[in-house]
């Protein structure tokens, strides 16, 4: 048996441990680094239907054990995805999360039906937390009953379970999660990036284009530890866990609150080969704590 | 082949105002075959500071197994980098993007062109078109005299002319002014500096082939991330990565 | 003229630094390292009407960049503050800004009322976002109406300037900013810590006893930034910006995006020299950026 | 008064499994006059680790102005100091907190009871305890005989017995199975370990007066945050602050 492998509704997992969406592209600049097919699975960057050019720039500036990015959604465009970025993923024996994004409800849902229908893609990832675009984004992600709205029209459509990605810039999360379960969502992935700015030391001047970026990294895994924890218990669909995860030991600290699986984001700009090392430590570090497989530990913290 | 992980300072010493040249040995440089290049250095063994920062490759030595860097102490993270001391290692992911093409066609005339920072990567640049019988114009640009480096170095691969925002040192004023004291233009040209220089240069040689070296803000490097994307002059969102497309592009590519 | 001087309702400041509520107690153990009367105020520890003794232990946890604490309010009580803590403060020549707390409306009132008599006490500040306690707190400063409705109540009893302090755990910070300047408040500050989350390494429980803890420190600095950014041009009451400030640098940034004095928490923690510290390197950064008053920087960020 | 600012590292070892002792030297050694007290610790530069460790002070020479320090590695910021070499220099706060009173009666006899890391402070205490002329038996716990440290140096000034939890050295058990072994009481005692064994060893000596240090998360270290509180057993939300009303309390103190 392989300690690492769990199951979630459209995912079989050989390990929990997956890239996040917009930190891994669409996979090719990372396959020159290891085999992809050892991750437990991708969440390729957000599709729009069509083709974007995202925010002007700069659109990443660091901060203290973090950074902001607003790139914007920049991507090529969901009829480039199927016949491009798929089909090339379809070498690689890794189930796909696509992150599905657009403005209006129209837009969501045009992506959801068609890309649910690639052959590797397993399930879909509702990015209602886009905080770096102008509209849509993140305003479906801070209002549970617009947030469940786009959630049923989603599940209309897709023909792959649909997890909903959660934004950390609200008030009570607990009150979201819900609303998308009851809306019929599959799963949860959490959090995006919470919303800040960083200015330039001489001009006084927000260093990004955008002004405000999405927060990533190390700097706000207690902010995503602490909403997995709260939802946990009040839901009972899985939720994938994300938010600064740099070693085996973050990924056990996301599992020990309620994550089923786990996504990798800004660590992967670090350390190209953060995933496959991942992998690699967690089997150990489990053992050293004494556990034999991931789903002993997830939920631990509530126990 | 994209190498990451630690190589070890050899030399280490500041050689203008601010401005370091660091040596380092490893395997990672028997992939460093073109001028132009860039690496992507982790300055900290924990999380702080983030992000790598990417530093252009100035010169290879495939006999040692050593490559050098030139850089200014700017923000946080080359402060760090400054500490470092011969025998310390450094996590270094490269060699990354694309770099000047060596036309190597014997007696053309080649200017090259590098303001500040931008200087480095134009001296193994100049190593290799001097050995293929290219002949070079160099102008480099500083700020003033503290801030000059490798003027001599350039001179061993062609003439050299120096240009200081002050006046201290060589031509008062810009590389631009110094480029139209010379009569003749050159078959090609090669440029690495700040963008605005570049758009200069770019336009006072509207006739002439030229490669021109960009910076942008990068998340990864390696064009996952789509953090130092540049617009095209093709336009309608038509964009190139600095970091897997570039950092050299044709000039008139960049918007 | 001192470059450094500030005017803000009820506070003639030297300088605009000063140090946050609850990380300088009553100020007696960093009056052993240097004289308070360099400071442009204090913002004592939270005061209650009853003394408390706060959560269990341990009550705080490093994170990345950052610390969490759950101290939970713990104070001597009104009648304690007034009748020793007040009064020794009174030989230094510095203006107190008293941190008023409690579980219900009456309980801020009663407080309020006679703190704001006390001769040292040039201002309130209103704590209706500690993360740390079970009810009143932060419930006061998730919802608009209720903050606006505390807000009134206190302003009609108290004798000098009310600022109130906002959450940062919230959808909308500019909706609660502008529900309180409506209802009277003389300034705000902002922002008090992010709810966050960490657990031990091996048993995966969470590290604190009341397990989750308010974040602080430089890991919540962009976000603090970027809600002030936020707010500035939205009320027409002056901010006191703090979040993760370290150094003169970080003064600048916070005055930048519109903030017109800063408080200064942690980073007493990691140097209790800090305060006295930046205070001297200010006018010197300044002068670097080319201004002769801090008033130049304020809001440059908009400019 | 306490200090702030850096000290430099003049020696620093592995004296045990994952355990180092450290000296360093400065101005702060000139107002260590007590066994008992702590520092405060900022291993590195920038704020990553943020706050700062709390490790006692273990001898003080004041003809050198040295002090060292014993510490184990457990977590991130202890492993960054363990990388320190001489010469380096630390951020040091201190010395805080009360210490243990040195009851400096001749003749009478005194126990010294120390588990783990609690045994470095009670160095200091023995040494001056023995000056004074007290008769000292001193009993160390420790896991296992590779953790096991300054065994020879506290025979020099007293009966020194070794626990270990597995038996592999001195007497298999618990200090307080040592303790029960002794046919004589103390006229006093003293201990620091980790809060299990100081109950233990307090519920083993009703009647004796003593003195014991106790461990607690800290943030200011200096009383001003709250962060250490410890309920007292006067109960009715009593409490006091481990950094700056203790850390050593008399027995009885502590709930
Ligand atoms: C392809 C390329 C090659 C480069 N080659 C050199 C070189 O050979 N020598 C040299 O001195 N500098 C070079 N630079 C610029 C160098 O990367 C920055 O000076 C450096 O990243 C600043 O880091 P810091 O920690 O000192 O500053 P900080 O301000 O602390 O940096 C904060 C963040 O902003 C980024 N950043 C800041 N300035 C720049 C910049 N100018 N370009 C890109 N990112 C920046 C940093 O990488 C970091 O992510 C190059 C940049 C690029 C893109
Ligand atoms: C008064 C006092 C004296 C001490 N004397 C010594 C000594 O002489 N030798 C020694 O080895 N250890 C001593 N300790 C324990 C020592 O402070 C911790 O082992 C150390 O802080 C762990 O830091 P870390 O970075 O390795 O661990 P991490 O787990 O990374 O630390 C994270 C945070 O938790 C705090 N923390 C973790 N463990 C403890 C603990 N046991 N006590 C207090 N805070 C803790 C850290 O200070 C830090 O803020 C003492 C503690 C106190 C309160
Ligand atoms: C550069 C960058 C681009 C991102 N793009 C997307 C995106 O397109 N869709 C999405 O849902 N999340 C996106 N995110 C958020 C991440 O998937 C992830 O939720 C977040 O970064 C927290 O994880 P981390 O701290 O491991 O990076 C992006 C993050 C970064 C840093
Ligand atoms: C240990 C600790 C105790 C605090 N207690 C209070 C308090 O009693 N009242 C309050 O309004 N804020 C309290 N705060 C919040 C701070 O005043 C400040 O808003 C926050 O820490 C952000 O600033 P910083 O990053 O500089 O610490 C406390 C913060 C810390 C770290
Ligand atoms: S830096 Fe990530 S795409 Fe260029
Ligand atoms: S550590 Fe702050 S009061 Fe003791």
């Known amino acids: 048996m392989n300690a690492l492998a769990t199951q979630l509704p459209g995912l ?117 937390s886009c905080p770096n675009v102008k509209c849509g984004g993140i305003a479906f992600g801070t209002d549970p009953e617009i947030a469940a709205g786009l959630t049923r029209a989603v599940k209309e459509v897709s023909s792959v379970p ?35 700015m960083r200015l330039h030391e001489k001009t006084g001047k927000p260093v990004l284009a955008n002004k405000t970026g999405g927060l990533s990294g190390p700097a706000i895994k207690p902010v995503a530890l602490r909403m997995i924890y709260e939802v946990y218990p009040q839901v009972s669909i899985p ?65 | 082949m994209i190498h990451t992980g630690k190589m070890e300072i050899v030399r280490h ?19 460093m075959n073109q001028p132009g290049q860039f690496v992507h250095i982790k300055v900290s063994g924990h999380h702080e500071p983030l992000l790598r920062r990417p530093i252009s490759i100035c010169s290879i030595d495939q006999d040692t197994l050593e490559f050098t860097m030139i850089y200014r102490v700017d923000g946080r993270g080359t402060k760090l980098l400054s500490e470092k001391r011969p025998g310390d290692t450094i996590d270094v992911m490269g060699p990354l993007g694309n770099g000047f093409p060596v036309v190597a066609t014997p007696d053309i005339h080649a200017w090259l062109i590098g303001g500040g920072i931008g200087v480095p990567p134009l001296y193994e640049l100049a190593k290799r078109l001097s050995e293929s019988g290219v002949k070079l114009t160099i ?62 240069v770019e336009k006072a040689l509207p006739d002439v082939p030229g490669y021109l070296s960009y910076e942008q803000r990068m998340g990864c490097g390696i064009g996952a991330c789509f953090a130092c994307v540049c617009p095209t002059t093709t336009g309608g969102g038509d964009y190139v990565k600095v970091c897997s497309d570039g950092p050299v592009f044709p000039a008139g590519v960049i918007a």
Request: net charge negative; glycine share 10%; proline share 5%.
């Open chain 1, 12 to 128: 079989n997992l050989r390990n929990p441990i997956m890239p996040a969406s917009g930190c891994f592209g669409f996979g090719q600049e990372y396959a020159k680094f290891y085999d992809l097919s050892v991750l437990g699975a991708i969440m390729i960057k957000a599709t729009t239907e069509e083709s974007r050019f995202g925010n002007p720039t700069p659109r990443v500036a660091e901060t203290s054990s973090g950074m902001l990015n607003a790139i914007g959604l920049q991507n090529p465009g969901l009829a480039h995805v199927l016949e491009h970025e798929l089909p090339w993923l379809e070498q690689h024996d890794v189930p796909i999360i696509a992150n599905v994004a657009g403005s209006e409800v129209e837009d969501y849902v045009a992506v959801a039906r068609e890309i649910s229908q690639a052959p590797n893609v397993h399930a879909l990832e509702l990015n209602i």
């Open chain 1, 162 to 196: 649909v997890y909903v990605k959660l934004s950390p810039n609200v008030t009570n999360i607990v009150d979201i999660a819900k609303a998308v379960e009851q809306a019929g969502a599959d799963g949860l992935t959490m959090i995006n990036t919470l919303l800040g």
């Open chain 1, 239 to 303: 939720i994938i866990g994300m938010g600064g995860i740099q070693d085996a030991q973050d990924v056990i600290d996301f599992l020990s609150v309620g994550a089923s699986a786990v996504a990798v984001g800004t660590a992967n700009f670090v350390d190209p080969l953060v995933c496959p090392t991942i992998i690699e430590e967690l089997p150990e570090r489990l053992a050293e704590l004494g556990y034999t497989s991931i789903e002993e530990v997830i939920g631990r913290a509530h126990r």
């Open chain 2, 13 to 31: 010493k500041e050689i203008a105002r601010d401005v370091f040249e660091m040596t380092v040995i490893g395997q990672h440089t028997t992939a």
């Open chain 2, 139 to 200: 102008v480099l640009g500083f700020q003033s005299a503290d801030d000059v480096f490798y003027e001599e170095q350039f001179r061993e691969f062609g003439e050299t002319y120096v240009t200081t925002v002050d006046g201290s040192h060589g031509l008062g004023g810009f590389v631009t002014d110094q480029m139209a004291l010379f009569e003749q233009k050159p078959a090609i040209y090669y440029s690495c500096g700040p963008h605005a220089m570049l758009h200069a």
